[in-house]
Nanobody, 127 residues
Framework: QVQLVESGGGSVQAGGSLRLSCASS????????MGWFRQAPGEEREFVAA????????NYADSVKGRFTISRANAKVSVDLQMNSLKPDDTAVYYC????????????????????WGRGTQVTVSS
């Protein structure tokens, strides 16, 4: 099991930027694809962005495409999310997730493919 810890959340005005980071807090074994999800009050958890093991393949929800960028360093169990041009609708708790995989090209957009989750970090965007 991978212990994930998110950081970088906070409050910002619309149009601003935030950078979220997520890293494993202990030793890890195996290869993982990584992703970010978010959950707003009263809403279901939704996919935001995903990246494969090597970091050369990414996927984004339509609502964040062109504004958010997911990245990772090599094959480490860590991932960042650069969020620009933030909108009030982006307000949510953001969770990073890790999904075990044998394939370098694998990328997961479904929450069910991720086995390990962080506790989340709050992002609040005011208008």
């Amino acid at each position: 099991q991978v212990q994930l810890v998110e950081s970088g959340g906070g409050s910002v005005q619309a149009g601003g930027s935030l950078r979220l980071s997520c890293a494993s807090s202990g030793p890890t074994f195996g290869a993982y694809a990584m992703g970010w999800f978010r959950q707003a009050p009263g809403e279901e958890r939704e996919f935001v962005a995903a990246i494969n093991l090597n970091g050369d393949n990414t996927n984004y929800a339509d609502s964040v495409k062109g504004r958010f960028t997911i990245s990772r360093a090599n094959a480490k169990v860590s991932v960042d999310l650069q969020m620009n041009s933030l909108k009030p609708d982006d307000t949510a708790v953001y969770y990073c997730a890790a999904g075990r995989t044998r394939y370098a090209s694998a990328i997961f957009t479904s929450a069910t493919r991720y086995s390990d989750w962080g506790r989340g970090t709050q992002v609040t965007v005011s208008s």
